[in-house]
């Protein structure tokens, strides 16, 4: 059955990391013969250049009809001084709450090519698997109130609201205990339930869960506190399986974890829905590095991420397992090669463009 990918490549070098993912979706076209079909939109700053809006209305409703979106990147320091709803991240934030994203699974595997190209020591990163499972729709990024409002004085306060319902934790925990059961079967739920309320019912709601539920009776589950989580990734990294947490938390500690891949280019994500009425599970996949303005349009962006988070589509949204596992390993065959883009580049090894890159995947494929 023909699948529909809506391609929202972005600003900065979103465009650039995306052209190598539809290199390989036609590869796989013509030579495995799958029917996946591209629609291509703007998203983020391309579209406020485009619409005066990060985000139109019809971009949206594709997103909602796709079996998959997959996002490059959005932002970039032209767009630092517009108003804040029409900002590029905006797109994103949309994306994420209408679609009803929950669920952000952000991966970070050490590869064994990459040891020497984290800033850690090789011996603390080698062999790493880590999984962070982000609430991706609550917290602070959506709680209201929110803004910037004047006070007395000509003074000004910004507010932010974190807040989180049990249901929303115990939806997010759920998905980590699930992957948990088909990993290590070790869950830690990062909170700062010492000093926020919300953080009290979080470590509460995913300890009562796991009470409760016999089928996770293999698991063993333990609490952090976020800023020891932040310590201890750094620390020790190989002591986590899945890292359960909140929007923000996530957010930090899943930029920590992916230097310690190596680079930021390396880390994928999904962001996944719960089922709707007729089973059906949205999606969005991307990497989890920002547009990387300073280095656009140079041809030397890292798109090994981006072809990775492509990979998480195949393997959770179109049903071909079989294409993932070989997309993740013709990365790590060309990494074996000793082909680097700048981002991961070390002494003895040869540095390539992201296009020769992206090419030397497809090479590993055939
Ligand atoms: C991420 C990014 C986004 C976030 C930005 C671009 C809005 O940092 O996906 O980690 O903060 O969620
Ligand atoms: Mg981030």
Redesign the pocket.
């Known amino acids: 059955m023909p699948k529909n990918l809506l391609l929202l490549a972005g600003d900065g070098i979103g465009p650039e990391i995306m052209d190598e993912v539809k290199k390989i979706i036609n590869w796989l076209n013509i030579n495995k013969k799958l029917q996946l079909k591209i629609t291509e939109e703007l998203a983020g700053g391309c579209s406020f250049d485009a619409h005066d809006t990060p985000l139109t209305d019809d971009v949206l409703y594709q997103a909602m009809d796709s079996d998959a979106v997959l996002l490059g ?3 970039g320091p032209k767009y630092d001084e517009i108003e804040f709803s029409k900002r590029p ?1 905006r797109a ?2 949309r994306l ?1 709450k209408e679609l009803r994203l929950f669920a ?1 699974l952000r991966p970070a595997i050490c590869f064994s090519e990459l040891v020497t190209a984290s800033s850690l020591k090789p011996e603390i990163v080698s062999g790493l698997d880590i999984l962070i499972v ?1 609430e ?1 729709t609550g917290g602070i ?1 959506f709680g209201e109130p929110r803004g910037v409002e004047p006070i007395a004085n000509g003074d000004r306060k910004g507010v932010n609201t974190h807040v989180y319902t049990s249901k929303e934790i115990v939806r997010v925990a759920k998905v980590a205990f699930d992957l948990a059961m088909k990993r290590n079967k070790k869950v830690t739920s990062a909170e700062k339930s010492n000093v926020m309320e919300a953080g009290m019912l979080w470590k509460e709601e995913v300890q009562k869960l796991y009470d409760n539920n016999k089928d996770y009776a293999d698991i063993e589950l333990s609490h952090i506190l976020a800023d020891n989580c932040a310590m201890q990734l750094v620390r020790n990294p190989r002591q986590f399986d899945v890292i359960v947490t909140d ?1 923000l938390f ?2 930090i500690l ?2 920590q974890a992916a230097m310690l891949t190596g680079s930021l280019g390396m880390l994928p ?1 999904a962001s996944l829905s719960e089922k709707d009425k007729n089973g059906r599970i949205r999606s969005m996949y ?1 990497p ?1 590095h ?1 547009s990387a303005p300073d280095i656009a349009g140079q041809g030397i962006a890292n798109p090994l991420a981006m072809i990775l988070s492509f990979a998480m589509a195949l393997k959770y949204s179109l049903d071909l397992d079989k294409v993932a596992d070989d997309i993740e390993s013709a990365v790590k065959a060309v990494l074996k090669d000793g082909l680097r883009t700048p981002d991961i580049m070390e002494n003895g090894k040869r540095k390539v463009s992201t296009s020769e890159i992206g090419s030397a995947v497809i090479e590993k494929l055939k």
């Open positions: 990147a959005v932002g991240e994103l934030l994420r952000n982000r991706l990024y929007n996530g957010d899943s930029d994500s991307e989890c920002g």
